[in-house]
């Protein structure tokens, strides 16, 4: 299974500008549109992305291939009243030392530049596809910031968007390499012209967990690190562990790593591929992409939405908010929720939804009885399908992407 999570079968700032100040509908009836359709050429394929606005309501995401060389591109949507948003290639990759097949769309900078990674191209061959890099786009220009080169500790294969600290430090976590092949945590410090990476935790597959996350990382205001690794953490889950929630903290200029919470798999939450968001009581939530008490073909629980609670001896304490049950239900999400200010829950699953397609699912869960509601059910008229990454909110309306479906069966935007 450490292979499907690069990044699933191949195929921010703060902690609470993601989870409690976010203006997201509260309507569980859901209105969808799709706002763009990819075309495959050199707007780019497979948007495996998320999506993020400019202060101007411009919004940026980014494409795995396509192109005009078939790496993928990244990509402005400028808003159009009545009609499908316009859209502007602002960097292809050529698939060499720029980088190769960019994961998870891209964050805004606080100099306007677009950061985001790549799992291939770079320097460094890895396993002959490149090791990834990550990257500044400003204007149509692209910047590698960092090279990686899966040697001497580093990691490989990263698949989320990195995430700012208040001093300008740029945040992530590979899959893969490190010392001992399950992955890191990296920080990007400015340096001169350029930026230094420091490796600051090297997963080793047991408590500390294995294989960093699809979700981006989340920083708190105190500038504490939070995540998930997909596994780890114990030897269940068919003896690569069922995944861990961890916090790093900054003490005496050196990170400290704890781990938080060991997923015992089904019929609890097993295998955390989103990331984690935090309300303001210091609650944790996240999907998983197994377990739960759902009955899903061939596999352990159909995915799960989880709230981690702190408690005695800063140890946390899971409660499954919703279990996926498959089919009209949905199931194997990957999304990095969204908390609106009720305190309501929003997603995606990748599969599940409609009998005919297995295209995937959004889903509101409304606090504080957690009761699910189904917005949308992918897979019908051309609206997509496969959405793997979670909500933005923007005026009033929530935004995410799928990897597939739409008009030219490239992967669309939409809107709910």
């Not at 992407?401 to 935007?413: E, I, N, P, R, W």
């Amino acid at each position: 299974m450490k292979k499907a999570s690069s990044y699933i079968m191949k195929a921010t700032l703060l902690a609470f500008a993601v989870a409690g100040l976010c203006a997201a509908s509260s309507s569980a009836a859901g209105n969808y549109a799709v706002v763009y359709d990819f075309t495959g050429q050199n707007d780019g394929s497979f948007a495996h992305t998320s999506v993020v606005f400019d202060t101007s309501g411009n919004a940026y995401a980014t494409t795995v291939m396509g192109g005009a060389q078939g790496c993928g591109t990244v990509d402005q949507f400028s808003p159009m009243p009545h009609s499908k948003w316009k859209e502007t290639t602002l960097y292809t990759f050529i698939c060499g030392v720029d980088g190769k097949n960019p994961y998870g769309g891209v964050t805004i900078g606080p100099d306007g530049s677009l950061y985001g990674v790549t799992a291939a191209g770079g320097s460094s061959p890895c396993t002959g596809d490149g090791c990834g890099v990550v990257y500044a786009v400003r204007g149509k220009g692209e910047t590698v910031l960092h090279d990686f080169t899966g040697t001497n500790g580093d990691g490989f294969g990263p698949g989320n968007a990195p995430v700012f600290d208040s001093a300008g430090n740029l945040y992530g976590s590979t899959p893969d390499g490190g010392r001992l092949g399950f992955g890191i945590v990296y920080e990007l410090s400015p340096k001169g012209l350029g930026w230094q990476e420091h490796i600051i935790h090297t997963f080793t597959g047991k408590k500390d967990g294995a294989v960093g996350s699809k979700g981006p990382l989340l920083i708190d205001a105190s500038g504490n690190i939070y995540g998930v690794t997909e596994q780890g953490g114990n030897t269940g889950c068919g003896g690569s562990g069922c995944g861990v929630a961890f916090k790093m903290s900054l003490v005496a200029h050196k990170w400290t790593f704890k781990t938080l919470y060991v997923f015992s798999g089904a019929p609890n939450a097993q295998n955390p591929y989103g990331g984690l968001i935090m309300d303001h009581s210091g609650n944790l939530y996240g999907t998983t992409y197994y377990g739960g008490t759902g009955s899903c073909v061939s596999v352990p629980g159909c995915g799960t939405v989880y709230e981690l609670s702190p408690g005695k001896k800063g140890q946390y304490t899971e409660r499954l908010l919703h279990s996926f049950m498959g089919g009209s239900d949905g199931s194997a999400t990957t999304t990095t929720l969204l908390m609106d200010n009720a305190g309501n829950l929003y997603g995606t699953t990748s599969m599940g939804g409609r009998p005919t397609c297995d295209c995937g699912t959004a889903f509101e869960l409304r606090a504080p009885s957690w009761k699910e509601s189904i917005l949308h059910r992918f897979g019908k008229n051309k609206d997509g399908s496969y959405p793997y990454y979670g909500f933005t909110a923007f005026n009033g309306h929530l935004y995410s992407s799928t990897s597939a479906g739409g008009t030219f069966g490239q992967g669309t935007l939409f809107q709910i």
